[in-house]
């Protein structure tokens, strides 16, 4: 194999996903009931399957992106909107100084301990992050955060919502910052069912 070809499949392995489809990016943004204004980070942005239904939401999108072309993309199809998109790697991420959430589809590779460095995260208020259904179970167990934050499983979200559908499935990991009562702080229910 040419030395091209080598380095092709190899990047093909890197930065190959499994697209999230437009209804389910939707359902994901509307079930984490973001509000109007909110500063939302979208950590391993791709296309924009979540940065857009985001903006539509009336948030003010941080979209991180590391592939230079989806990162141009981003630039280019959200160009006028609340939108800033940083071309960086997600470990090398500074949280912001102001209160924040996080909605996103990161890369699967490392979402663990991408999780685990968001708690540590003086201002984050709230994350929904689409996970392997496997490994948000892990943490859901293992409670990081020394009882900060309440972390749950959220919206299932099954093969078919990806295509080509991945060999697992997925859900979104919830997580609350607990106020003093232990109860989550600063974001109003899940908007579709209003008690979850
Ligand atoms: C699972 S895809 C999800 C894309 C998009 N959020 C979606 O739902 O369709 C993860 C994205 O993270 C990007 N990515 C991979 N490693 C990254 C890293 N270390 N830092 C930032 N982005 C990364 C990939 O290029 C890819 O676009």
Known sequence: MSETAHRTRRSRRAWGWHPLDEAWARRIVETAAVRRGELVLDLGAGLGALTGP??????????VELHP?????????????????????LADVYWPGRPFRVVASPPYAGT?????RLLTARTLVAADVLLQRSAAQRLVAERPGSGR??????????????????????????????GRSGRPLGVSRCAPCRGC
Do not use: K, N, Q, Y
């Not at 072309?69 to 790697?89: C, I, K, N, P, Y």
């Not at 663990?112 to 685990?116: G, H, P, Q």
């Not at 859900?171 to 609350?176: A, D, E, G, N, S």
């Open 54 to 63: 985001l903006l539509d939401a009336g948030a003010r999108v941080l979209a």
């Open 112 to 116: 663990t301990a991408l999780v685990r």
């Open 69 to 89: 072309a989806r990162a141009e993309w981003l630039r280019t199809s959200f160009a006028g909107r609340a939108v800033t998109v940083v071309e960086a790697d």
């Open 149 to 178: 934050w309440t972390v749950s499983l959220g919206l299932p979200v099954p093969r078919r919502a990806f295509s080509p559908p991945p060999r697992t499935d997925s859900v979104v990991l919830r997580v609350r910052r607990r």
